[in-house]
């Protein structure tokens, strides 16, 4: 089983930036892939952006060129960093891993981005 926890969340004035952590522990050798999701009020949970362990990422069309995925396998940690944020990127973000494609096999808690216009 794999535990993961986000971290990073906040208020920020659109325009700013915010740089989400997933510290992941537990069974890591089932991890393929981790993943961030996002819910914003009253809709779907959607995929953002995923990347496997060989290096090769997957943006929705609406944040690429804004956020970049990374990992530090060593730190056994996943990064989301977003930039020019939009107050259209407000939602809750997850972090998610997993063996395959969509990675979400395992689940962080979530942590609020609120982005203010």
């Known amino acids: 089983q794999v535990q993961l926890v986000e971290s990073g969340g906040g208020l920020v004035q659109a325009g700013g930036s915010l740089r989400l952590s997933c510290a992941a522990s537990g069974s890591l050798f089932s991890i393929n892939g981790i993943a961030w999701y996002r819910q914003a009020p009253g809709k779907p949970r959607e995929l953002v952006v995923f990347?496997?362990?060989?290096?090769?990422?997957n943006y929705v069309d609406s944040v690429k060129g804004r956020f970049t995925i990374s990992r530090d396998n060593a730190k056994k940690t996943g990064y989301l960093q977003m930039n020019s944020l939009k107050p259209e990127d407000t939602a809750v973000y997850y972090c998610?891993?997993?063996?395959?494609?969509?990675?979400?096999?395992?689940w962080g808690q979530g942590t609020q981005v609120t982005v203010s216009s």
């Open positions: 990347i496997t362990s060989g290096g090769r990422t």
């Open positions: 998610a891993a997993g063996r395959a494609y969509p990675f979400r096999d395992s």
